[in-house]
């Protein structure tokens, strides 16, 4: 059988694991898992046809992806084997750390001392990870006699195959490649946090070295808001989710999930009118958040406040083409802080601030430069400046506006609803499944053409938005509870069409194998024509 590893030919004999056939190929311990035509595969899947298979490490995004899922079974594990009556949850991620809880066992120095020894004492085991597949049948009936949640999941959804990942005698489900086995694990910490604590891991650049994790308040405080309402509502898992909708409860619960959106709006839209010297809402946040939605509705509540709400787009404000700085590879970088005419921008903002009438530029896309048209404005006594862009929570965008003029707001889909309480679902995933959505429905795009751009999109995030996350005034989560169950039915046909020839084919399946544990929500009529998920999926008043 021809496999070509790293662009090198070999001739292995079939049905041996990547493992056995090329474990003297395997020379640095940074490998973790392998790309086995354009699937992500354990070092111990079995090579039944030919193809291509490249390493993955853990200095990439699909390696450190499996490191921390790898870091979460062993925490289990360690918990288990130390407290087997304690009810472990993992929460929500922060930076380079995930948030978990007890829910029946108060989080003491020494359990966290005690499961962190206990978790490095597998490490050094080096034991191995493997994973058993079951029918539904055979699941069924293992799991009538266990009494356990872990991966009982599945047995609710129509998969040919239920898995679980074994370590001596432990068991759980997570869904994903695994390391093969404990020794994995070259960095890690547990920390006290709060009312739970947080399982720190490296950065992908750097794999042996775990940096403490900054406190971001603002957006813990966002994500805790969300995850306490959940809560409440016994709708923090993907079990609780399905049996809402199988019991008949989708209305209600839409009915509250927009509800939720509607009070927290109102009470952006009353902080902006307590603060009487505001003259200026600047609105920020990574792709497929809502911004338009969010700043229709909070054009409404503004309104209902007395206050008149004028949008000035960024967009109208870039630099002459000639003058527009180009990246590493020579394109233009339209995303950087100097394609914006900062100067332009500020002169006119002080202008109309100062009651002055200016001329806005319109900027054609299509020759490269801003032209004047006549559009005229005047800022009236009861009007407020709203503005939207990558840059609206650097001070440097607007840095002749006075801060006490302005007020901040960042917005994200803040996903806090998990598949079960060992897997969450990533806030980067949920936006990219709606980021899917959108551009085949509204710009004819692909799936695979929004695969293909997203790396790029994540990085002109992480440089120009996160960072000044915390320079907001308030937070804005735009998660919607049962958005996932709606935008199955849209997305995972999409990403059907992706094929293993492509590279985005494991992120495909990835993306596929998730969404397949939803109930799907087919009544589309039932969801409100001002709900932000019909900036996705069609039917806004707002578009």
Same mark, same amino acid.
């Given at each position: 059988?021809?496999?070509?590893? !790293?662009?090198?030919?070999?001739? $292995?004999?079939?049905?041996?694991?990547?493992?056995?056939?090329?474990?003297?190929?395997?020379?640095? !311990?940074?490998?973790?898992?392998?790309?086995? =035509?354009?699937?992500?595969? /354990?070092?111990?899947?079995?090579?039944?046809?030919?193809?291509?298979?490249?390493?993955?490490?853990? %200095?990439?995004?699909?390696?450190?992806?499996?490191?921390? @899922?790898?870091?979460?079974?062993?925490?289990?594990?360690?918990?288990?084997?130390?407290?087997?009556?304690?009810?472990?949850?993992?929460?929500?991620?922060?930076?380079?750390?995930?948030?978990?809880?007890?829910?029946?066992?108060?989080?003491?120095?020494?359990?966290?001392?005690?499961?962190?020894?206990?978790?490095?004492?597998?490490?050094?085991?080096?034991?191995?990870? +493997?994973?058993?597949?079951?029918?539904?049948?055979?699941?069924?009936?293992?799991?009538?006699?266990?009494?356990?949640?872990?991966?009982?999941?599945?047995?609710?959804?129509?998969?040919?195959?239920?898995?679980?990942?074994?370590?001596?005698?432990?068991?759980?489900?997570?869904?994903?490649?695994?390391?093969?086995? %404990?020794?994995?694990?070259?960095?890690?910490?547990?920390?006290?946090?709060?009312?739970?604590?947080?399982?720190?891991?490296?950065?992908?650049?750097?794999?042996? #070295?775990?940096?403490?994790?900054? !406190?971001?308040?603002?957006?813990?405080?966002?994500?805790?808001?969300?995850?306490?309402?959940?809560?409440?509502?016994?709708?923090?898992?993907?079990? +609780?989710?399905?049996?809402?909708?199988?019991?008949?409860?989708?209305?209600?619960?839409?009915?509250?999930?927009?509800?939720?959106?509607?009070?927290?709006?109102?009470?952006?839209?009353?902080?902006?009118?307590?603060?009487?010297?505001?003259?200026?809402?600047?609105?920020?946040?990574?792709?497929?958040?809502?911004?338009? %939605?969010?700043?229709?509705?909070?054009?409404?509540?503004? +309104?209902?406040?007395?206050?008149?709400?004028?949008?000035?787009?960024?967009?109208?404000?870039?630099?002459?083409?000639?003058?527009?700085?180009?990246?590493?590879?020579? =394109?233009?970088?339209?995303?950087?802080?100097?394609?914006?005419?900062?100067?332009?921008?500020?002169?006119?903002?002080?202008?109309?601030?100062?009651?002055?009438?200016?001329?806005?530029?319109?900027?054609?896309?299509? %020759?490269?430069?801003?032209?004047?048209?006549?559009?005229?404005?005047?800022?009236?006594?009861?009007?407020?400046?709203?503005?939207?862009?990558?840059?609206?929570?650097?001070?440097?965008?607007?840095?002749?506006?006075?801060?006490?003029?302005?007020?901040?707001?960042?917005? /994200?889909?803040?996903?806090?609803?998990?598949?079960?309480?060992?897997?969450?679902? /990533?806030?980067?995933?949920?936006?990219? $499944?709606? @980021?899917?959505? +959108?551009?085949?429905?509204?710009?004819?795009?692909?799936?695979?053409?929004?695969?293909?751009?997203?790396?790029?999109?994540?990085?002109?995030?992480?440089?120009? $938005?996160?960072?000044?996350?915390?320079?907001?005034?308030?937070?804005?989560?735009?998660?919607?509870?049962?958005?996932?169950?709606?935008?199955?039915?849209?997305? #995972?046909?999409?990403?059907?069409?992706?094929?293993?020839?492509?590279?985005?084919?494991?992120?495909?399946?990835?993306?596929?194998?998730?969404?397949?544990?939803? !109930?799907?929500?087919?009544?589309?009529?039932? $969801?409100?024509?001002?709900?932000?998920? @019909?900036?996705?999926?069609?039917?806004?008043?707002?578009?």
């Amino acid at each position: 059988m021809k496999i070509i590893l !790293e662009n090198q030919e070999y001739q $292995i004999e079939p049905n041996q694991t990547i493992k056995q056939a090329f474990g003297d190929k395997i020379n640095s !311990e940074e490998i973790i898992a392998a790309r086995y =035509n354009n699937f992500i595969a /354990s070092l111990n899947h079995t090579i039944k046809r030919e193809g291509t298979i490249s390493w993955i490490k853990k %200095t990439e995004k699909d390696g450190r992806i499996i490191y921390i @899922r790898g870091l979460l079974y062993l925490m289990s594990k360690a918990f288990y084997e130390l407290y087997p009556e304690a009810h472990l949850t993992v929460n929500y991620q922060l930076s380079s750390a995930m948030f978990c809880e007890l829910e029946n066992r108060e989080i003491t120095q020494e359990v966290i001392n005690n499961v962190k020894q206990k978790m490095q004492q597998i490490i050094d085991q080096d034991l191995p990870i +493997r994973k058993v597949e079951m029918t539904p049948e055979e699941a069924q009936a293992f799991y009538a006699k266990e009494e356990t949640l872990r991966g009982r999941l599945q047995t609710d959804i129509n998969k040919k195959k239920v898995s679980l990942y074994y370590c001596e005698d432990y068991y759980n489900y997570f869904y994903g490649t695994m390391p093969i086995s %404990t020794g994995f694990a070259q960095a890690f910490d547990l920390t006290k946090f709060r009312h739970g604590f947080l399982l720190e891991y490296p950065r992908t650049s750097e794999t042996q #070295v775990v940096h403490k994790n900054k !406190e971001s308040l603002k957006l813990l405080s966002a994500m805790a808001e969300y995850d306490e309402i959940y809560k409440l509502m016994k709708i923090n898992t993907v079990y +609780r989710l399905n049996k809402k909708i199988k019991e008949g409860k989708l209305k209600e619960l839409i009915l509250l999930s927009e509800a939720i959106h509607e009070k927290k709006i109102a009470e952006i839209a009353d902080q902006i009118k307590q603060r009487k010297n505001i003259r200026m809402i600047l609105i920020a946040g990574p792709t497929s958040s809502g911004k338009t %939605t969010f700043a229709g509705k909070l054009g409404m509540a503004l +309104r209902v406040q007395g206050i008149k709400p004028v949008t000035i787009s960024v967009d109208n404000y870039f630099v002459e083409r000639e003058q527009n700085p180009v990246d590493e590879n020579g =394109n233009y970088d339209f995303e950087c802080m100097e394609a914006i005419d900062v100067d332009l921008f500020n002169t006119q903002l002080v202008d109309l601030l100062s009651g002055k009438e200016v001329e806005l530029p319109t900027f054609d896309f299509a %020759t490269g430069h801003k032209q004047y048209l006549g559009n005229q404005r005047k800022l009236a006594e009861d009007e407020i400046l709203v503005v939207e862009g990558i840059h609206c929570l650097n001070d440097e965008l607007t840095k002749q506006i006075a801060k006490e003029n302005k007020f901040k707001i960042y917005i /994200s889909d803040l996903t806090v609803l998990n598949i079960d309480y060992y897997n969450r679902i /990533s806030t980067t995933d949920t936006r990219l $499944i709606r @980021r899917i959505s +959108r551009d085949y429905k509204f710009r004819n795009y692909s799936a695979l053409h929004t695969l293909k751009m997203w790396n790029s999109v994540g990085q002109g995030e992480k440089k120009y $938005i996160f960072p000044y996350q915390e320079e907001a005034d308030c937070m804005f989560n735009s998660s919607i509870i049962y958005e996932l169950a709606v935008l199955k039915d849209f997305v #995972v046909p999409l990403l059907e069409k992706i094929d293993d020839t492509h590279p985005e084919y494991s992120e495909a399946r990835r993306l596929i194998d998730m969404l397949q544990y939803f !109930e799907s929500i087919q009544d589309l009529a039932l $969801i409100p024509n001002n709900s932000l998920l @019909r900036e996705f999926i069609g039917g806004s008043i707002y578009e």
